[in-house]
């Protein structure tokens, strides 16, 4: 251990390590997992390590002295063990563009500037084969699929308090009074195609003007169409018919497809199952098809706060594979594709696209933002993944959190904190949950900023109703932190909304499903 007379810090490591290149330490992608000389296990840096120690921010069993590094494509996990029989997951990392040739073997490093002498260590035991072991999967709990009539998502708008709940049946309802009341928003739409909706989005500067995607099979073929409004859902015309939407397919219960850039509310992207992602210019009045056809789009978001001329869009896709892995029905439109992250530049002229993970049997369902532009988490098929460098590098979110299975709802909440007297500067609270979870408190957070330990927001979440027997961890596909009140939380299952008033120590059911 480090002291005033030798000078050895305890921060220094040896372990198992992955790197590209050999000409330094910052020669290519890298990964790994050590025993520190404090005693410590720790992996790869999971944040950005400006300071250069390449250690990641938790802490794994000090008694966990066997480690192994697994490689599966671009996916690398890493293990502990206390007896090297019985093995326990302590991290994932998913490098995109990681040459399929690497360099593995142990490694001895002192913090940088940090010890004035020497140290030594030692391994046994070290073997390199080619076998990859399988991974188990975890289906979903079949009750919990969407329903008829089931809310599976809400939007807020950016101006006012109004919510939009889109429904798999019911069409679009909406709600001025913090969900406490509900009026269907449908203006006349009644036709079984128009009232599954797959997503909704609304102008960030004008909530006068609401965008609605839906759409069903009818007589054998998928039947879509793109709804606006410019009187708040009083009236609804019809912009476009080329966007598939599917809104009682499996992805009706992933992230939205419909963006407004709040940048330049102007520049609107849009996306259904198969044919493409669609661009307007004009604030979602006509629409022209820019790319991605033939892959599954499941969720877009543009950047909320960003250098980059136009703005940014970040497009997830999905591995058809998943849905069959995961229990989650069949879609209309089947394509073979792995799952995909692209940064799409969505300045004047036509976008530009830059893939950044691929990987199969991966499927990508929610985008959730940081105060950070490159600061990204996402809900997967597999769990929920963090980058904070553009794409080059995604972390798994296992601390604390459930891992290594389907999540779709996460969210997140912006907000401003006085650090020092006079001084305030913008934070970020993260939430997330799995979609069937065991757990009776199944939401999780991270307060201030995403590369934190994450927790139970309530260990002892109390739920509400009319004398029906419900619970929180049933189908859960939407989080919703209120953009104005800091202890409000909204959560969407298979029962209907649910709304938190006090940081989810309890939750009501405003707004069940209908039959």
Known sequence: MRNDENGFHGANWLGLYIQEGLQGPWDGKRFGIYCLANGTVKGAADFPDLGGGYLGIPSFPKDHRWLKIVRRESRFQAFTSADGKTWQKAMEQILPTCKKDIHAGLLFRSVPGKSRSLFYGSFDNVTLTPDVPQESRQAIRREDLPRFGQVTALVQASTTNTLYARTNGKGLLKSTDGGESWQPANAGLTTPDALVVRSVAVHPKDDSIVLWGSGCVVDGKLKSGLFRSADRGKSWKRVSADIDFDGQGPTTIFGEVIAFNPGNPGVVAAAGETGGLFFSRDAGETWENVGLKRERVTCL????????????????????????????????????????????????????????????????????????????????????????????????????????????????????????????????????????????SPVYCVPERTTGIWSILSGNAQVETQGSTVTLNAGITCILPDKDQENTLYLCNRHGVFKSADKGKSYKLILTRSP
């Open 301 to 440: 978001s543009f950047v909320p706060t960003t250098q980059e001329e136009g703005g940014v869009l970040i497009v997830g896709t999905f591995d058809d594979r998943e849905f069959e892995t995961l229990g989650l029905g069949k879609p209309v439109s089947p394509v073979k594709t792995p799952g995909r992250i692209y940064w799409v530049g969505a300045k004047a002229g036509k976008p530009t696209f830059r893939p950044s993970l691929e990987a199969e049997d991966f499927g990508i369902t929610n985008i959730g933002h940081d105060v950070h532009e490159n600061f990204v988490t996402f809900a997967t098929t597999r769990s929920v993944y963090y980058t904070w460098q553009h794409g080059n590098v995604f972390a798994q979110r296992l601390y604390n959190l459930p891992a290594d299975m389907l999540y779709t709802a996460p969210g997140y909440r912006q907000f401003m904190k006085e650090t020092r007297v006079g001084e305030s500067r913008t934070k970020s609270t993260t939430y997330a949950a799995p979609f069937s979870g065991q757990e009776k």
